[in-house]
């Protein structure tokens, strides 16, 4: 299975929401790839905490693979070069988490016949070796959107099944332009279709997850006052109106990720430890990031009986 | 005839073969196999069927010029073609092995291609070559530019997995292997000896073999292919039982999972045990590829015997393959005897 990580605005924690999402199924058992195609900016070595990367990808990530400089991407296996003193011990029964990195001084580039071959290749080699691949996406429409939209619709990728997740923060900005990102004129759908997607299924491939979600009931906000709250109320069922009339209403929602400071400052995984022993995470942020993870699998959460 | 008058002895031969799974829902029959593996128009596919399934592609030659790796950081400059061919064992197990030969000595410049051409797998050094050095620089992988076999292995790799026969949907998640070697000439009158098998990184294996003068380099490739097709059944079946848990949930003794979720929810009920389906495609896929030796020339076969004894791979395999019927045989009985005895 591979899924594919996009948000229309930066600042909407993709990359620290998918990356939670790749250690949660690594936990379970799977074995989990983790692609950083996010060109512009690749962050996800930092939220790994494998700060040893950064050199090593400054000749053989993702771009230099793309472009036919080196036969293969480097692959960093998580548990063992990690600094994160907790992940550093790999879990009894943990599945293999590999993050393949993007290089240092990436940026967008242009597309062609051999790159998106190579990407195909690419995707078919690691759909062959690990149960599931998130593909961390730039945000936007870009490039990287592009490409993977194209391998995706290539023949020899037609029995391989793909999931879209779009990431956005529960404002009115962002819900607008997640939905502009998927069904607008310039859209994924749209974008899609022009490569030979049906458009359905395409469709109904893709689901939003609402990140930075405050929740009115969480002890968070218990203190506020009874005006403060009741606009809190008044406010999120606003947002759930103005989500559904831009047809990314709950039935479309794989969940919501809460408000978490951990996750805004930090970028990091969140981990058991911190939440049990630590506690400076909130254990309804784990556990909301445990449900998403599950549900990337559950195809009734995808429309399908 | 022979194009040399008074060929230099080879001194030096090197490879690397990629194993992997053949990225198909079914295995390929012997036609298939000579579609997927006729490279050249001009030469036939080798088929073969006993003692199993077997394709061969001809020899693709990929021409050089560049400096071999070392390990003491002497520039050897050779010049010459890489041999590299693939080959499909059962219709499962696809391998895209390169390989090279390289004599003591060389001519000091180059020569006409055409001098090059009638050596095929052949690469001559300008100069004399210090064989020992490049035998560790090749093993430990070369720099930047260096002659990398493996890079030629690689190419024909993907080159046969962007084939349209294939449709990319394996039985079972596995990872590719490499397996890079080297043989060094033996002592005078002694035989053909493995002087190391190492377990380098996750999937690279290297080889270091002491052969008498004259082995042929193909028959080189052929040994090293046949431990690398072996090598990757035992590693892929380990971590195919490695991935099961057994009595998931059932909170058996010991360290506890990472996680206590299951894996799956249980679904529409028809579905089968998570164990009965892990282990199923091994069964399917797998467990009749193991023939070692069915391939290797006689002279090269005693090898083997070598690794039968330490550290004994067919006595590991039919462990593993004792695990799996186990196994299924347990999970043949109905659950709720299968569980009671669980606790600790």
């Known amino acids: 299975m591979l899924v594919f990580a996009a948000s229309d605005k930066g600042g909407t924690g993709r990359s620290v929401t998918s990356a939670n999402l790749a250690y949660q199924r690594a936990l379970t058992g799977d074995h989990v790839a983790y692609v950083d195609f996010d060109f512009g900016s690749p962050t996800a070595a930092a939220v790994f905490d494998v700060p040893g990367a950064m050199r090593g990808i400054a000749e053989r990530g993702l771009h230099s693979y793309l472009e036919g400089e080196v036969p293969e991407p480097a692959r960093i296996d998580i548990w063992r070069q990690t600094e994160h003193p907790l992940l550093h011990a790999r879990p009894n029964q943990s599945g293999r988490l590999a993050l393949l990195p993007g290089d240092a001084g990436g940026g967008e580039f242009v597309t062609g016949e051999e790159t998106l071959d190579r990407c195909v290749d690419l995707l078919l080699r690691l759909n062959g070796e690990f149960d599931l691949t998130i593909v961390d996406l730039s945000a936007g429409r870009s490039y990287a959107v592009d490409m993977v939209l194209a391998a995706t619709a290539h023949p020899r990728m037609r029995y391989v099944p793909f999931r879209w997740l779009v990431f956005h923060r529960w404002t009115r900005q962002h819900v607008i332009a997640a939905a502009g990102l998927v069904h607008k004129e310039h859209g994924i759908i749209r974008g899609g279709v022009d490569r030979g997607h049906d458009e359905e299924a395409l469709r109904g491939a893709i689901r939003f997850v609402r990140a930075a979600v405050p929740d009115p009931d969480s002890p968070l906000w218990a203190q506020g006052s009874p005006a403060q709250a009741a606009w809190m109320q008044a406010c999120d069922d606003a947002l759930r109106r103005l989500a559904a009339e831009h047809r990314i209403g709950d039935s479309v929602v794989l969940g919501a990720v809460p408000l978490e400071p951990v996750l805004q400052w930090r970028e990091q995984l969140i981990t058991e430890e911190d939440v049990l022993s630590t506690q400076i995470a909130n254990k309804e942020t784990l556990e909301a990031l445990e449900e998403i993870a599950r549900r990337l699998t559950d195809d009734s959460c995808w429309g399908r009986p | ?325 186990d196994q299924l045989t347990l999970h043949a009985i109905p659950s709720p005897h299968r569980e009671t005895d669980m606790g600790p």
């Open chain 2, 1 to 325: 005839m022979g194009p040399a008058k008074t060929a230099p002895r080879v001194v030096l031969a090197c490879g690397e073969v990629r194993t992997s799974l053949l990225p198909a829902l079914q295995a390929l029959d012997s036609r298939a196999a000579a579609q997927l593996l006729g490279l050249r128009a001009d030469e036939r596919v080798l088929l073969s069927e006993r003692p199993n399934l077997y394709g061969r592609s001809p020899d693709t030659l990929t021409g050089v010029d560049c400096p071999l790796p070392s390990a003491n950081g002497a520039r050897v400059r050779v010049v010459g073609t890489v041999a590299a061919r693939a080959a499909l064992t059962e219709g499962r197990l696809l391998q895209a092995s390169a390989y090279f030969m390289v004599p003591a000595t060389g001519p000091d410049h180059r020569r006409p291609w055409g001098h090059y051409l009638v050596r095929p797998g052949v690469v001559e050094p300008l100069g004399k070559l210090p064989h020992e050095a490049v035998a560790e620089g090749v093993l430990n992988g070369g720099r930047h530019g260096d002659l990398d076999v493996g890079l030629i292995a690689d190419g024909l790799h993907t080159r046969l997995l962007r084939h349209p026969l294939l449709d990319h949907r394996p039985p079972l998640r596995s990872r590719p292997t490499r397996l890079r070697w080297v043989a060094l000439p033996a002592e005078p009158g002694a035989g053909p000896s493995i002087e190391r098998f190492t377990l380098a990184e996750d999937e690279l294996r290297t080889v270091r073999l002491r052969v008498p003068e004259g082995t042929p380099g193909e028959g080189l490739a052929g040994l090293c292919d046949d431990l690398a097709l072996h090598d990757w059944l035992l590693t892929t079946v380990v971590r195919i039982l490695d991935g099961i848990r057994l009595g998931a949930g059932a909170g058996a003794a010991g360290a506890p999972p990472a996680r206590q979720r299951p894996r799956q929810r249980p679904g529409a009920g028809e579905e089968l045990p998570a164990v009965v389906r892990a282990l199923r495609p091994a069964v399917d896929h797998l467990l009749h590829l193991w023939m070692p030796r069915a391939r290797v020339t006689q002279e090269l076969a005693p090898l083997w015997d070598a690794l039968e004894e330490r550290p004994g791979f067919t006595r590991q395999w039919q462990t593993l393959v004792q695990r799996i019927r």
